[in-house]
């Protein structure tokens, strides 16, 4: 059972996520690989098989040695898992080929596969309903694009034209596609400058930073020209916001050794409230503008935008994720209180993705905040991963970073974020990654929090992210903090991780939220849409 835990949840994590009959047949193809390739039985041990071990080899758990001669048979059978030879023989083959005529025989692939399929075996869901792609990581990120084209940047039409020859879970063909688009769209902003026409230009530059964006998804980390394919969505989305004229400048935040890059978003001198929008483990600072900084001006907020450690480029400045996260919050808000043209009163922190989990550190320690949005918010960090990675958390290193690399060769787009996600956290793999958050990630004690609190679930989600999104909605409410719950729908399209495939009715929610909590007169009621 173990090894086929294993298997299902190496799966699960790079991406293969079972989603109705299409995620069932995925999986399906991925054992497919794994067992018909390889031989069928395993061999328990008898005394003639230890001799084939180092004494120091014994000490090693019954299952792992199990997986050694379940994977064995497969080399020279199979291009994708000869990868496994080099690990297994470093670990446990002494020079000697394994032999032993009275062993056992048993079966590892007698499970039917639909056990494997449950709907709670749902790994890092993030939407309902698949609409474009059978890849689930890259639909993922093709309705979140459109999602954005809500609200600024490409229209649905050029985002559909930037994927319309990429080959299904191909992330070559992605990155080429939207930075085709990109570099069009740049084009045509010159065009319009040239005939005066500033506004569509500034459009057509905040189109190329979004379809330039895109494109970074699944851009390696490592990869030569990732930091000047980051500088070149940068220059694009600044242009941008100039030739709009919203009143917005880059910011560096000091801290520790380095500095936070982000924007503020300022009116003016008066005195208003501020949104401080945090993201999670996929933004760069230029998505908080989406989410936050440009219906945030529309509705007369002002509104700070950083990428915080781990996020964006800070890798590359020595700042990865870590297990206080606050201190950086309050880093920011520190800065705030003493560059702002009038020192904030009215503070809101609104975080999305990991970023329910690092402004729920933040709100239970700074009490500068002065209201909460979180979409959803994350009290144990720790209990997602468990939820969520199962028994593969019970393996060993070698063996799941093994796995992953096997799984990266029939998910290539999962390779790539799961490289960038050890390159966030400063980890040299995956298996690292998962061990950091479950050694050193805090429980937070919501408990104490008494800051008036939206909360927003979608459809989609998770069931330990809604899980524990209705455990402190009801733990905050029985206390009589003021707190909301908006729950979102596949059927008013907003069913997507974070609502990003309907960002404009987040919004709305959002703020009007915030107008009464604050007691915010926002102004012309005709640019709130």
């Known amino acids: 059972m173990e090894i086929e835990n294993l298997f299902r949840y190496t799966a699960l994590a790079v991406g293969l996520k079972p989603s109705a009959n299409q995620g069932k047949a995925r999986l399906r193809g991925l054992y497919r690989i794994i067992y018909s390739k390889t031989i069928i039985s395993v061999t328990v041990f008898g005394s003639a098989i230890l001799g084939a071990f180092n004494p120091v080899q014994l000490v090693q758990p019954l299952w792992e040695r199990l997986c050694f001669f379940a994977i064995g048979g497969a080399i020279g059978r199979s291009g994708a898992t000869t990868i496994l030879l080099s690990e297994i023989e470093a670990r446990y ?34 939407q309902k309903y698949n609409t474009r792609f059978k890849n689930g990581d890259m639909d993922f990120m093709f309705n979140w694009a459109l999602g954005v084209s809500q609200i600024v940047g490409m229209s649905p039409s050029q985002v559909f034209y930037a994927v319309h020859d990429i080959r299904d879970g191909d992330p070559d063909g992605w990155r080429d596609g939207f930075w085709r688009q990109g570099d069009y769209q740049i084009e045509r902003a010159r065009e319009f400058l040239k005939h005066g026409q500033q506004l569509a230009a500034g459009q057509l530059h905040l189109g190329a930073a979004y379809a330039y964006r895109s ?19 940068e220059r694009a989305f600044q242009q941008g916001v100039h030739l709009i004229g919203i009143p917005m400048r880059p910011i560096e935040i000091p801290f520790e050794h380095a500095a936070l890059p982000g924007y503020y978003l300022e009116h003016d001198e008066q005195s208003r409230p501020v949104v401080m929008m945090v993201g999670g483990g996929d933004t760069f600072r230029e998505d908080l503008f989406y989410f936050a900084g440009y219906p945030g001006w529309k509705r007369g907020y002002n509104v700070v935008m950083v990428d915080l450690p781990g996020q964006g480029v800070t890798p590359d400045r020595g700042l990865h994720f870590r297990a206080d996260m606050e201190r950086p919050i309050s880093a920011v808000l520190d800065w705030l209180e003493a560059h702002s043209a009038a020192r904030p009163t009215q503070i809101a922190i609104y975080g999305v993705s990991g970023g329910g ?80 958050v479950v050694a050193l990630a805090k429980r937070v004690d919501y408990t104490g929090i008494a800051t008036p609190s939206l909360f927003l679930m979608s459809e989609g989600e998770g ?4 899980r524990q999104t209705l455990e ?8 009589g903090v003021d707190v909301t719950l908006c729950e979102f729908t596949a059927a008013e399209g907003a069913d997507g991780h974070c609502q990003v495939n309907n960002l404009r009715l987040a919004h709305l929610v959002i703020f009007d939220w915030l107008d009464r909590v604050f007691g915010h007169t926002p102004g012309d009621r005709r640019l709130w849409v």
């Open 463 to 466: 069931d330990e992210l809604k």
């Open 472 to 479: 402190i909605y009801h733990d905050l409410r029985r206390r």
């Open 357 to 436: 989990y690092t402004t729920a550190l933040a709100v239970s320690s700074d009490p500068r905040i002065s209201a909460w949005i979180a979409s959803t918010p994350i009290f144990d960090l720790v209990e997602v991963f468990r939820r969520e990675f199962g028994s593969a958390m019970k393996a060993p290193g070698w063996v799941i970073n093994t796995f992953m690399r096997l799984a990266g060769m029939l998910n290539k787009s999962a390779e790539i974020n799961l490289d960038k996600y050890a390159w966030q956290f400063g980890a040299t793999d995956f298996k690292s990654v998962v061990d950091g």
């Open 215 to 233: 494109a970074l998804q699944y851009t390696h980390p490592s990869a030569s020209d990732f930091n000047t394919r980051v500088q070149t969505m």
């Open 93 to 126: 083959v002494d020079g000697a080929n394994v032999r032993g005529a009275g062993c056992k025989t048993l079966l590892c692939a007698q499970r039917a596969e639909e056990t494997a399929m449950q709907e709670q075996d749902v790994i890092l869901k993030r």
